[in-house]
C-alpha cells in the first residue's frame, strides 16, 4: 500500500532555513506528481506547493513563492522541501500528499503521511 | 484566488442520522474540479471524492458528493461514530489550489 513518510522538521529561528524529505513506498513514485500541505496549529488546510512526475513544473503557493523550493529525486523516491526564511506564519505540520490524478498539473491528494512539526520561533 | 466558504463551521448530530455539509465558492469551480476530504483528531487528511462526486477508493457508500458550479455538497446518509471529525472541501480547477475552512462534525 501507499506510504509517504515525512521527516526533517523541528525547530528553527525566523530566517533560517530547513529542508524537510519525504520518502515514498507502495507507489510508482516516477510517475505521480506530489505535494506538500501545511496546516497550522488548530487551523486548516493550505496547499503549498507541487512537482510534476518529472520535476520538470512546479507550482507554489502566493505564499511560499521565492522562499520555499520543491523538488524530488525519482532514484531515491524521496520528495523534499528546502524552506528558506522562514517566519513564524510557517509554523506549521507539512503533509506530503500523492497526487490523484493522472494529469501533469496539481489536481487533488488522494494519500497523505502522517506529518512533520515546523515550529519557527526564536 | 478562489474562495471556498464552508457552512456550518460546526453541525451537532448523532448516530444514524443524516449530515449535510455545505461548501460555497467565490467563482465558478470549472470542471466541477472539487474534493472532498475527512480529518479526524490527531491524523492526516484522507481522501473522500473528487471531481464533485466521485467516491475515493475504499469509501462507504453513505458518503456521496454532489454540486456544480459555485455550489456542492456533502452528504453522509446515516452517521457512524467514526464519521464525527473535520470535513475540508478543496477546489482545483483554477490555480491556486484552494481549501476551504473546514466544518467540524460532532455527537450531540
Known amino acids: 500500500q501507499v506510504q509517504l513518510v515525512e521527516s526533517g522538521g523541528g525547530v528553527v529561528q525566523p530566517g533560517g532555513s530547513l529542508r524537510l524529505s519525504c520518502a515514498a513506498s507502495?507507489?510508482?513514485?516516477?510517475?505521480?506528481?506530489m505535494h506538500w500541505v501545511r496546516q497550522a496549529p488548530g487551523k486548516g488546510l493550505e496547499w503549498v506547493a507541487f512537482?510534476?512526475?518529472?520535476?520538470?513544473?512546479?507550482y507554489y503557493a502566493d505564499s511560499v513563492k521565492g522562499r520555499f523550493t520543491i523538488s524530488r529525486d525519482n532514484s531515491k523516491n524521496t520528495l523534499y522541501l528546502q524552506m528558506n526564511s522562514l517566519r513564524a506564519e510557517d509554523t506549521a505540520v507539512y503533509y506530503c500528499?500523492?497526487?490523484?490524478?493522472?494529469?501533469?498539473?496539481?489536481?487533488?491528494?488522494?494519500?497523505w503521511g502522517q506529518g512533520t512539526l515546523v515550529s519557527v520561533s526564536s | 484566488e478562489i474562495v471556498l466558504t464552508q457552512s456550518p463551521g460546526t453541525l451537532s448530530l448523532s448516530p444514524g442520522e443524516r449530515a449535510t455539509l455545505s461548501c460555497r465558492a467565490s467563482?465558478?469551480?470549472?470542471?466541477?474540479?472539487l474534493a472532498w476530504y475527512q480529518q479526524r483528531p490527531a491524523q492526516a487528511p484522507r481522501l473522500l471524492i473528487s471531481?464533485?462526486?466521485s467516491r475515493a477508493t475504499g469509501i462507504p457508500d453513505r458518503f456521496s458528493g454532489s454540486g456544480s458550479g459555485t455550489d456542492f455538497t456533502l452528504t453522509i446518509s446515516r452517521l457512524e461514530p467514526e464519521d464525527f471529525a473535520v470535513y475540508y472541501c478543496?477546489?482545483?480547477?483554477?490555480?491556486?489550489?484552494?481549501f476551504g475552512q473546514g466544518t467540524r462534525l460532532e455527537i450531540k
Open positions: 500528499a500523492k497526487e490523484g490524478s493522472t494529469v501533469l498539473t496539481p489536481r487533488y491528494c488522494d494519500n
Open positions: 507502495g507507489f510508482t513514485f516516477s510517475s505521480s506528481g
Open positions: 512537482t510534476r512526475n518529472d520535476g520538470r513544473n512546479d
Open positions: 467563482q465558478i469551480v470549472g470542471g466541477s474540479h
Open positions: 471531481y464533485a462526486s
Open positions: 478543496q477546489q482545483y480547477g483554477t490555480s491556486p489550489i484552494t
